[in-house]
């Protein structure tokens, strides 16, 4: 499956669209497409220039986790540095 | 150390101005992300992968105790508290908002510093020795000449668009901990046979996809001519160097291409047609610059400190401190100090907002307001006294920036990698801690002596990993991260490159590598010989089998 990931304009910070055309920091509320329907989604994000930049798509199994061949970078750039455990998404969740 | 004048100034302050208004419209939308991104990497704000990056300026390497405690407060105030110096004496915040950065570039301008010549296909920052001033083994001190080459390429209309990025190394030493051969150009400083000064100048060196080690091109350049030869360079590259192919694009690509004898003979060409004209800074101007220059008033001191011999002789570990991390010299009784940013498990290169400032303080207090960015990703007080050694030694250890590891096996030079950076296929950083950690014996670390490890997460080879004596790239394979050895490398004055020993290692492996590298060197070596000189006397051969042999 698919999903849409860009960074947000204002700060940089990783964000991911939601089903309710809303961005989300936690990939977990990411929006799943199926990998026919993505494209015209993407275009649809890319035109949101005040919002984010640099939108693409990205491999996701059923359940949200990254897959394919950018499962390492995606996983970084949802979680932040695997050195810094107190940076980044990773250290929201467990504070 | 260099200064701005009046010029400089206006055109920093105009520059954040412009910037400003640029933010602004792109935050409005009235600028695309395509209109926006050239203008914000000229000004050294990139985007990676977690956020935006900015990347300021250390011109040579050299800061005040002022301009650091600036880089704290901005690292405090605008990023997470830390910042990282580059391989290019440089410093990067990894977490800087865009809104934020007209501000941050305001503060940043209130102590002479900025982003301009951090990006983008301009001069970059030029790069030098990171004990200028201060070592005994120079000829001269060559930020005189950094200062008139920043002078001169900032903002130089001409060399605004160059083929691609061209970066500028200085050195007035033997012993090369600049780089030189590893630069678009690098300048050497030395006595000729007549006994005067000039330049060696290298072209063509680089790492990346397609490393070369430089070419001299001019034995001795009068030092009065500096700025017309390199204009000569910088436009038969701004002309002949390749704009279809970003690969093919550095000048390197055209020097090795064509031959070095063609490109000389065009340079020389161009030069007898501009050297006339007035490229050539006057006399003067060139005496201006040398006094910002002027050598501290070093105090008139007995070269050897009996305060200091007695503390070495009390306590081990300052004793191995000043063996390993302190440099002679050229002011009896003075010593330079280097500080370590790579403790045991650490990430080369970060310093806390709090390390920072006290640095600056050591600085302000202890080594006439002085401080240096090395390439190796560390920092430098050059101007300590010997009697204060023991003292300056006890506040970097409060610090832990006192691990003693100088060019030793776990002063590695790792690029931030996929931990941090979108060009990357692997991390960098958690290697680079696993080997400090396997060698964090002090003592075994001693007896390895010289190793120089540097990891690069990518091909463009930002880690340096070709010129490495133990080099590791890391390549992304179907998802998985593997690591390159390649062995034999040297950027300093014996420049080689690495050669690439075998597949590839998973990261637990990768770390073993070295270690069985290292065991193999250790049982092998003749008298004083560093890896790299068992390396070049057995051949790769031993040292593969050594790596790959089944355990």
């Given at each position: 499956m698919k999903a849409i990931t860009g960074n947000r304009l204002s700060d940089g910070a990783v964000v991911y669209l939601r089903d309710d055309d809303q961005w989300a920091?936690?990939?977990?509320e990411a929006a799943r497409f199926d990998d026919d329907d993505v494209a015209p989604v993407l275009r649809a994000a890319q035109l949101r220039v005040r919002e984010i930049t640099d939108a693409y798509i990205i491999d996701i199994t059923a359940d949200g986790a990254p897959s394919g061949r950018a499962i390492i970078r995606e996983t970084i750039r949802g979680a932040g540095p695997t050195v810094r455990g107190d940076l980044g998404l990773q250290a929201e969740c467990c504070a | 150390m260099y200064r701005y004048d009046e010029f400089d100034a206006t055109l920093v302050g105009e520059r954040v101005a412009q910037f400003r208004g640029q933010v602004e419209r792109r935050l409005s939308g009235a600028l695309s992300e395509e209109q926006f991104k050239p203008l914000r990497l000229m000004n050294g704000l990139y985007l990676q992968l977690h956020a935006y990056m900015l990347r300021v300026a250390v011109p040579y390497g050299t800061l005040s105790s002022r301009q650091m405690r600036k880089l704290a407060y901005v690292a405090r105030k605008y990023d997470k508290g830390y910042g990282h110096f580059t391989t290019r004496q440089n410093i990067q915040y990894n977490w800087p908002a865009l809104v934020d950065v007209p501000d941050i570039l305001d503060d940043l301008a209130e102590v002479e510093?900025?982003?301009?010549?951090?990006?983008?296909?301009?001069?970059?920052n030029v790069t030098s020795d990171?004990?200028?001033?201060?070592?005994?083994?120079?000829?001269?001190?060559?930020r005189i000449w950094c200062e008139v080459i920043r002078q001169w390429s900032t903002f130089h209309p001409e060399f605004t668009y160059l083929p691609r990025k061209f970066k500028i190394a200085v050195t007035?030493?033997?012993?090369?901990?600049?780089?030189?051969?590893?630069?678009d150009i690098g300048l050497r400083i030395h006595k000729n046979d007549a006994g005067e000064t000039g330049f060696e100048v290298i072209v063509g060196g680089g790492l990346g996809r397609t490393p070369y080690i430089g070419h001299t091109i001019r034995e001795f350049l009068p030092k009065k001519h500096l700025l017309s030869y390199l204009e000569a360079v910088l436009r038969v590259y701004n002309l002949e160097g390749r704009r279809d192919n970003l690969y093919k694009a550095r000048i390197k690509i055209l020097v090795n291409a064509g031959g070095v004898e063609k490109f000389t003979d065009l340079v020389e060409a161009e030069w007898t047609a501009i050297r006339k004209s007035e490229i050539d800074l006057p006399t003067e101007e060139i005496e201006r610059i040398r006094a910002y220059f002027t050598?501290?008033?070093f105090e008139d001191l007995p070269a050897e400190s009996a305060v200091l011999e007695q503390k070495r002789k009390g306590e081990a570990a300052f004793a191995r401190w000043l063996r390993v991390n302190t440099v002679a010299h050229k002011t009896p009784g003075y010593a330079i100090v280097n500080i370590s940013l790579k403790p045991v498990g650490g990430i080369p290169g970060d310093i806390s907002d709090v390390q920072m400032e006290a640095v600056a303080d050591l600085a302000a207090q202890y080594s006439q307001d002085e401080i240096r960015a090395t390439h190796e990703q560390n920092l430098v007080l050059?101007?300590?006294k010997k009697d204060d050694l023991y003292v300056v030694w006890q506040a970097l250890t409060v610090q832990d920036l006192a691990t003693p590891n100088i060019r030793l096996v776990s002063d590695i030079i790792a690029c931030p990698g996929l931990d941090y950076c979108t060009l990357a296929n692997t991390r960098s950083i958690p290697i680079a801690q696993r080997i400090s950690e396997r060698f964090s014996d002090l003592e075994q670390q001693e007896d390895i002596g010289e190793l120089k490890i540097k990891i690069s997460g990518c091909i463009n080879a930002c880690g340096h990993h070709h010129v490495g004596h133990i080099g590791i790239l890391g390549v992304d394979k179907k998802g998985e991260e593997f690591y390159q050895i390649t062995l034999g490398g040297s950027g300093a004055e014996d420049a080689s490159l690495g050669e690439i020993v075998g597949r590839g290692l998973s990261s637990g492996d990768a770390v073993g590598a070295v270690e069985k590298l290292v065991h193999y060197y250790r049982n092998n070596r003749q008298d004083n010989e560093r890896f790299i000189d068992t390396y070049r006397r057995l051949g790769a051969d031993p040292f593969k089998e050594a790596l790959y042999a089944a355990a």
């Amino acid at each position: 499956m698919k999903a849409i990931t860009g960074n947000r304009l204002s700060d940089g910070a990783v964000v991911y669209l939601r089903d309710d055309d809303q961005w989300a920091t936690q990939r977990g509320e990411a929006a799943r497409f199926d990998d026919d329907d993505v494209a015209p989604v993407l275009r649809a994000a890319q035109l949101r220039v005040r919002e984010i930049t640099d939108a693409y798509i990205i491999d996701i199994t059923a359940d949200g986790a990254p897959s394919g061949r950018a499962i390492i970078r995606e996983t970084i750039r949802g979680a932040g540095p695997t050195v810094r455990g107190d940076l980044g998404l990773q250290a929201e969740c467990c504070a | 150390m260099y200064r701005y004048d009046e010029f400089d100034a206006t055109l920093v302050g105009e520059r954040v101005a412009q910037f400003r208004g640029q933010v602004e419209r792109r935050l409005s939308g009235a600028l695309s992300e395509e209109q926006f991104k050239p203008l914000r990497l000229m000004n050294g704000l990139y985007l990676q992968l977690h956020a935006y990056m900015l990347r300021v300026a250390v011109p040579y390497g050299t800061l005040s105790s002022r301009q650091m405690r600036k880089l704290a407060y901005v690292a405090r105030k605008y990023d997470k508290g830390y910042g990282h110096f580059t391989t290019r004496q440089n410093i990067q915040y990894n977490w800087p908002a865009l809104v934020d950065v007209p501000d941050i570039l305001d503060d940043l301008a209130e102590v002479e510093m900025h982003a301009i010549q951090t990006s983008g296909n301009c001069i970059r920052n030029v790069t030098s020795d990171q004990y200028a001033g201060a070592a005994a083994d120079e000829v001269e001190d060559p930020r005189i000449w950094c200062e008139v080459i920043r002078q001169w390429s900032t903002f130089h209309p001409e060399f605004t668009y160059l083929p691609r990025k061209f970066k500028i190394a200085v050195t007035a030493s033997q012993n090369d901990r600049a780089a030189i051969r590893l630069h678009d150009i690098g300048l050497r400083i030395h006595k000729n046979d007549a006994g005067e000064t000039g330049f060696e100048v290298i072209v063509g060196g680089g790492l990346g996809r397609t490393p070369y080690i430089g070419h001299t091109i001019r034995e001795f350049l009068p030092k009065k001519h500096l700025l017309s030869y390199l204009e000569a360079v910088l436009r038969v590259y701004n002309l002949e160097g390749r704009r279809d192919n970003l690969y093919k694009a550095r000048i390197k690509i055209l020097v090795n291409a064509g031959g070095v004898e063609k490109f000389t003979d065009l340079v020389e060409a161009e030069w007898t047609a501009i050297r006339k004209s007035e490229i050539d800074l006057p006399t003067e101007e060139i005496e201006r610059i040398r006094a910002y220059f002027t050598p501290p008033d070093f105090e008139d001191l007995p070269a050897e400190s009996a305060v200091l011999e007695q503390k070495r002789k009390g306590e081990a570990a300052f004793a191995r401190w000043l063996r390993v991390n302190t440099v002679a010299h050229k002011t009896p009784g003075y010593a330079i100090v280097n500080i370590s940013l790579k403790p045991v498990g650490g990430i080369p290169g970060d310093i806390s907002d709090v390390q920072m400032e006290a640095v600056a303080d050591l600085a302000a207090q202890y080594s006439q307001d002085e401080i240096r960015a090395t390439h190796e990703q560390n920092l430098v007080l050059p101007h300590v006294k010997k009697d204060d050694l023991y003292v300056v030694w006890q506040a970097l250890t409060v610090q832990d920036l006192a691990t003693p590891n100088i060019r030793l096996v776990s002063d590695i030079i790792a690029c931030p990698g996929l931990d941090y950076c979108t060009l990357a296929n692997t991390r960098s950083i958690p290697i680079a801690q696993r080997i400090s950690e396997r060698f964090s014996d002090l003592e075994q670390q001693e007896d390895i002596g010289e190793l120089k490890i540097k990891i690069s997460g990518c091909i463009n080879a930002c880690g340096h990993h070709h010129v490495g004596h133990i080099g590791i790239l890391g390549v992304d394979k179907k998802g998985e991260e593997f690591y390159q050895i390649t062995l034999g490398g040297s950027g300093a004055e014996d420049a080689s490159l690495g050669e690439i020993v075998g597949r590839g290692l998973s990261s637990g492996d990768a770390v073993g590598a070295v270690e069985k590298l290292v065991h193999y060197y250790r049982n092998n070596r003749q008298d004083n010989e560093r890896f790299i000189d068992t390396y070049r006397r057995l051949g790769a051969d031993p040292f593969k089998e050594a790596l790959y042999a089944a355990a």
